[in-house]
């Protein structure tokens, strides 16, 4: 069976001997010396200034957008996982939908200015696969009407834009380190934060509000990273470049096998890729269900990232209706990509999708 991804297991020595050292240390948690050593090589090989490591890039939405003290509407987008929703209706802000752009699936600009009002607080917009938002258009709206900036950077680990880290873009960038991402943790986070002001704030947010042993300035949470996550994330940290090979390498066949066939994503021409996902966009939902329903009936798995469109959610009140974002995720399908994956596995893939949507055009 061949779901859509594995999760990246490093060598199993090198994890023991991180193990080893907690063994001797005593601490699991608590912000201990593993945790504290991956923050300061993250910084580095990302090019951060900030970076604080915490228990899953949902929560870490959560401490981004209390930390900045957010009120009322948020304007995000709605084809992204629903996480990036409902960590703002969890922190007791109303998400706002911008339709996305068709081309390159991230929230558009210009669709930004008309849902602004007295209620808007900020803008959260998404590095749809990995693909930079067009950030400066966002900072001239952000800057113009006073609103923060949050970006959900789940999927843009280590993508650099004009020379320099993506990351550094807005008021707060989070990541998300599960055991699927392309950088992991098994689970985890991170929150890159830019303002100096800020970064005691989170790490207190983080630890159910405390500062000190005598002070509790805010309700927080606990949203600590353990020692045992701290630890594979430095092992693979160490292997991300011969993984980031080998993904492109299997994107690359992908893309030429497909070309023609399926759309391609619009990469935004001023920023790299990390090679995390493979999406692919039919002509339509049917033509979409028929390349998954055969891939099915071989053990092959692909998945629908992301669908629903999340302005269709039950719990979001009034619904805006996203037009694009509704066509985008009934025709988006994201293709196996991992390492281990073989190209003849990828060639079987590409041979069985070109084979259906033949027989369906």
Known sequence: MINVTKSYLPNIDKYKSFVDKIYKSGQLTNYGPLVQELELK?????????IVLVANGTIALDIACKTLDLKGEIITTPFSFVATTSSTVLANLKPIF???????FNLNPKNIEKLITKKTSA???????????????IEKIAKKHNLKVIYDAAHAFDVRYRGGSLLNYGDI?????????????????AIIINDDSLVEKVRYLINFGIKSQTEIPH????????????????????????????????IEVYKNELE??????????????????????????????RVQKALNEKNIYPRRYFYPSLDTLNYIEPK??????????????CLPLFVGLNERKVLEITKKVRL????SR
């Open 42 to 50: 993250l910084a580095k090989y990302l090019g951060v200034k900030h």
């Open 356 to 359: 259906v949507v033949g027989q």
């Open 98 to 104: 911008a339709d996305i752009d068709e081309k390159t």
């Open 173 to 189: 960038s989070t990541l998300s380190f599960h055991a699927t991402k392309i950088f992991h943790t098994i689970e985890g986070g």
């Open 123 to 137: 803008i959260l917009p998404v590095h749809v696969f990995g693909n930079a938002c067009e950030v400066e258009e």
């Open 219 to 250: 309700i927080g949470t606990n949203a600590k990273m353990n020692e045992f996550e701290a630890a594979m994330g430095l092992c693979v940290l160490e292997d991300l470049g011969k993984i980031k090979k080998a993904r492109k390498k299997l």
């Open 260 to 289: 023609g066939v399926v759309a391609f994503q619009l990469q935004n021409k001023n920023s790299t890729q990390n090679y995390s996902y493979m999406p692919v966009l039919f002509k339509d939902e049917a033509e979409l269900l």
């Open 320 to 333: 805006q209706k996203c037009k694009n974002a509704r066509n985008i995720s009934k025709r988006v399908l």
